[in-house]
T-cell receptor, first 106, second 114 residues
Framework: KNEVEQSPQNLTAQEGEFITINCSYS?????LHWLQQHPGGGIVSLFM???GKKKHGRLIATINIQEKHSSLHITASHPRDSAVYIC????????FGTGTSLTVIP | DAGVIQSPRHEVTEMGQEVTLRCKPI?????LFWYRQTMMRGLELLIY????????DSGMPEDRFSAKMPNASFSTLKIQPSEPRDSAVYFC????????????FGPGTRLTVL
């Protein structure tokens, strides 16, 4: 059983579409991270959340602690958003989702 | 700031050889993490240091793996002897205070063990 589940695994969208990636977890956590990994392999931390909602540019991340669920939204998607998005949680241990591969088509 | 620096970026070695990966965290950061990423297992935390002290090494696969942080600006991950199943990308990351802070990742070292 995976402690962190992401959906969908793969996602293809047209440029301009609104995108949602979901993350559910089954363990107690102190923080949840959304990471972005580009085709070149580099990893960037997008958000770290322990409650509520955060926004950075076209990206919005929300977390519901009671439901153990987080979402990453991308508004007005662009081909440069094409990447793998990874959800990770930190509590007593680290757990990672398997990632969502996003392709945005021009 | 140069960000997290890792070396080498690529390493190809033969089974049985010793491999040493190096990491320089962002200056002023107190926490350092070593991760491994493979297609089969995704990202895995190997070890986490805080103030140069190993706090959680439960992810270190076996005794062939060892990590050190002799000072705040340098860490090594050593594999001895290396095996083909160790082939992966190894990332180092650092954060300002604890593991609950935002982490900044290095570019990774792609290790191939033949």
């Amino acid at each position: 059983k995976n402690e962190v589940e992401q959906s969908p695994q793969n996602l293809t969208a047209q440029e301009g579409e609104f995108i949602t990636i979901n993350c559910s977890y089954s363990v107690g956590i102190s923080a949840l991270h959304w990471l972005q990994q580009h085709p070149g392999g580099g990893i960037v931390s997008l958000f770290m959340l322990s409650s509520g909602k955060k926004k950075h540019g076209r990206l919005i991340a929300t977390i519901n602690i009671q439901e153990k669920h987080s979402s990453l939204h991308i508004t007005a998607s662009h081909p440069r958003d094409s990447a793998v998005y990874i959800c990770a949680v930190t509590g007593n241990q680290f757990y990672f989702g398997t990632g969502t591969s996003l392709t945005v088509i021009p | 700031d140069a960000g997290v620096i890792q070396s080498p970026r690529h390493e190809v070695t033969e089974m049985g050889q010793e491999v040493t990966l190096r990491c320089k965290p962002i200056s002023g950061h107190n926490s350092l993490f070593w991760y491994r990423q493979t297609m089969m297992r995704g990202l895995e935390l190997l070890i986490y240091f805080n103030n140069n002290v190993p706090i959680d090494d439960s992810g270190m696969p076996e005794d062939r793996f060892s990590a050190k942080m002799p000072n705040a600006s340098f860490s090594t991950l050593k594999i001895q002897p290396s095996e083909p199943r160790d082939s992966a990308v190894y990332f180092c990351a650092s954060s300002l205070t604890t593991r609950y802070n935002e982490q900044f990742f290095g570019p990774g070292t792609r290790l191939t063990v033949l």
